[in-house]
């Protein structure tokens, strides 16, 4: 007789985190007390802010993330993605012009695509014609929207995550209208972003679990002296998965708590819990 087919054991859900760290040696004592508390299997980092050959590795190799993705700017900039588990390369993207260390992609071993994104931050003056910062912000996000529907052509599996410095919803700021003149909540970006996310339909990872109806932030400014009482804060930072994704989401965190610890970055990180495979 023969024998019945082994049945294959039910993958394991992954926890994915991305940060901000605004500097990655600053923070490294920030960065120890996040791994040791909730020690997600993947790890996608923001304005790293440090060359590849000069990047502190052995906190993560200590911590178990022996596969590592890193694309460095010093001073600014700087991506990189760490996982406990076998990742590819899958490619770094510059979508503007400029040789910014902004992406930075890997491929999972269930072949979904991880994409990690730092758009820039803007400038103080949301006007293109006296601020080119806020112009290469405007044509980064038009390079993600043309990205974004080759994307939905391949009909893949993809993940992005990142700082995408925009807050799209009204819900997304502490004050919807004081906040339609400052940068990163300004009609022509908040329109941009639901543009480049209608042309892959683009799930909103945190919105899938909490309603639009909510305010929740992952970003508080410095300039703020009481950052936690005034809680002026917006969600500048995105977890985004396509829609063959959509029903791996499992579970999502905003670690709030992070921003008040010492030395913290303005940014808290974001956990999603997915089940792939």
Not at 89 to 103: S, Y
Not at 144 to 157: C, D, H, I
Not at 179 to 189: A, D, G, N, Q, R
Request: proline share 6%.
């Amino acid at each position: 007789m023969a024998k019945a087919p082994a049945k294959k054991a039910p993958s394991r859900p992954i926890t994915l985190a991305t940060w901000n760290i605004n500097s990655v040696r600053a923070r490294l004592d920030l960065m120890a007390g996040f791994l040791s508390e909730h020690n997600p299997d993947i790890l996608c980092l923001q304005e790293t802010k440090v060359k590849d050959v000069d990047f502190p590795h052995e906190l993560f190799e200590q911590r178990g993330y022996t596969h590592r993705l890193i694309h460095g700017q010093p001073g600014y900039n700087g991506v990189a993605i760490f996982a406990k588990t076998a990742i590819t390369l899958k490619e770094k993207l510059n979508l503007a012009g400029r040789d910014d260390r902004r992406h930075i992609a890997a491929e999972l071993a269930d072949g979904t695509i991880l994409h990690n994104y730092y758009v820039p931050a803007g400038g103080d003056i949301p006007d293109p014609k006296v601020n080119d910062k806020f112009q290469h912000k405007l044509d980064v996000l038009a390079g993600m929207t043309k990205w974004s529907a080759a994307l939905k052509k391949k009909g893949g599996k993809e993940i992005l995550v990142g700082d995408l410095n925009i807050a799209p919803l009204e819900t997304d700021v502490w004050a919807h209208k004081p906040l339609l003149k400052i940068v990163s909540h300004t009609p022509i970006e908040t329109e941009g972003m639901l543009k480049m996310q209608a042309a892959r339909d683009w799930v909103d990872a945190v919105r899938h679990f909490v309603p639009p109806s909510e305010k929740i932030y992952s970003w508080w400014s410095y300039r703020s002296p009481d950052w936690a009482t005034a809680d002026k804060g917006r969600r500048l930072d995105h977890v985004w998965v396509s829609p063959q994704l959509k029903d791996s989401l499992a579970g999502v965190k905003i670690v709030k708590d992070m921003r008040g610890r010492d030395k913290a970055s303005d940014h808290v990180p974001i956990i999603v819990t997915l089940k792939l495979g």
